[in-house]
């Protein structure tokens, strides 16, 4: 009979544990591909640590997110980020933020995702509209106008977008739960792949003209 009780505990207490639902970890790159070789292979699931010995102060911090950044993109905004490829002090703890420079009069961070993490969003400086879109079946849109101070957060992987209303230059701070979140821009992931998809495909889906599509094509098709 004690053993029963046992088991019957046991089976509880597995239940009741984290490990006995553990699934496994995010990915932390878009794929990789298993291969048998490793001497064919590159370490991508974060990467290699330096020795603790040798780690100092300085692998902790990352400087100048406070200079304001120019804004050369014709859509108005420039993203600065800072995941573990620019500060490698970041990896294995699942942050980073980008600083983004909008500029006046609809400077716009254009609707795009991210596939690994959510965003938390701070306005440093001016007004903005942000806005997400959920998925199926509603595709509701969420907007709110946010001031200075304000935080509004971005559910992974939903499309977003946020857009200066003022007359002066606004800074918002992204901050992600992933050391590489990763980022999708949707008008140039689909207009501008590397290799281009078929602009008839595109045309169906979005219901234009196939012309319209090879300009647009033309236009962001630039990573060949
Ligand atoms: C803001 O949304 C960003 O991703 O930088
Ligand atoms: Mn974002």
């Known amino acids: 009979m004690k053993t029963v009780h ?12 984290p490990l006995a639902f553990a699934s496994d970890p995010g990915p932390l790159q878009d794929f990789c591909v298993a291969i048998n070789n490793t001497g064919n292979g590159v370490f ?27 804004i050369n993109d014709p859509v108005g905004t420039t993203v600065t980020p800072v995941n573990v490829e ?4 970041l990896n294995t703890l699942s942050v980073a933020l980008n600083r983004i420079d909008y500029a006046p009069n609809g400077g716009e961070n254009p609707p795009h995702l991210h596939p690994r993490a959510s965003e938390l969003f701070l306005v440093l400086e001016g007004t903005l509209l942000a806005g997400f879109v959920t998925s199926l079946p509603e595709y509701k849109l969420f907007t709110k106008v946010l001031n200075k101070g304000d935080i509004f957060v ?3 992987g939903l499309i977003y977008f946020q857009v200066n209303l003022g007359k002066t230059n606004a800074v918002g701070f992204a901050y992600f739960e992933s050391q590489n979140p990763g980022i999708i821009i949707v008008a140039d992931a689909v207009f501008g792949s590397n290799p281009p998809i078929n602009p008839f495909i595109l045309a169906r889906a ?3 003209d196939p012309n319209v599509v090879k300009n647009l094509q033309v236009k962001f098709g630039n990573n060949s």
Request: glycine share 6%; hydrophobic share 50%.
């Open 44 to 70: 991508v699931n974060g990467k290699f640590c330096k020795d603790p010995r040798l780690v100092t102060a300085d692998d902790f911090i990352f400087q100048g997110l406070n200079i304001p950044r120019p």
């Open 86 to 89: 620019q500060f490698p002090g």
């Open 154 to 156: 971005f559910p992974q």
């Open 6 to 17: 046992l088991l019957v505990a046991f089976v509880l207490l597995a239940s009741a544990s």
């Open 206 to 208: 979005f219901q234009l």
